[in-house]
C-alpha cells in the first residue's frame, strides 16, 4: 500500500482485520484514523504503527461498518484476515483475545485522556499532554532529541487535542522558546521530555 492510501473507509460495510507491516526488517509504518464529523468536520483520532491491528471494531461489532477512515502515512505492508478466520483464531487462542482486549482498552484510554484534556486544559497543556503520549507510544529517540515516530502536521496535531492551526503554532513556539522542542518536516522533536512531562503533570 502506499502512502495516502485508504486502507479502510469510514461507512463502508466490510469486515475484514488488517496488521500494519513493514517492508523492512526493523522498519517502522504509521497509519492515521481519522473520522468525519456530519458537521463535515474532521477529528484525527489515533495514529497506527507496526505491527498494530486495523479494523477489530467492524469484525467484532453487531453492524459490519467502519467507523474510521484509515490512511497510510508511507508506503507499507498490509496482512488481510478474513473476519471469520479472525474471530476463529481468537476463539482458539485465549492469549489472543487478552492481547486484543489490552488494545481496545489502551484505544479506550487514549480517546477518554483527550477528552479529558478538552474540558481541562487550555491549548498549549493539551499539545504537551498528547506529545508526551506519542512519545511513549511511538517515540524514536536520536542525537538531537526524540522524534515522535510518526508525521504530524500542525493542522493534524490541533485535531488530536482540537484547536485551531493557529493556536498550534503559538503553543508550538512557546515551547519551542522554553527549548522543550524543535520543528522538523511535519513533526516535532522532543528534545526534553523529562519537563514536557512535568508540564503536562501540571507542574
Known sequence: ??????????GDHETDVFLLRSATSGGTVCAKVTRLAQNGSEALLGVRVTGDVIGEGAALGQAPTRSATVTACADLLVQAVERRQFLAYLDRNPQAWHALCALIFD?????????ADFASYHVENRLVRVLVDLAGSHGVPGPLGIDLGVDVSQEELGRLIGAKPDAVGVALKALKSKGLVTARYRGVRIRDLEALRHLADGD
Open 1 to 10: 500500500m502506499r502512502a495516502n492510501e485508504h486502507l479502510t473507509r469510514q
Open 107 to 115: 484505544r479506550l484510554d487514549w480517546a477518554n485522556r483527550r477528552r
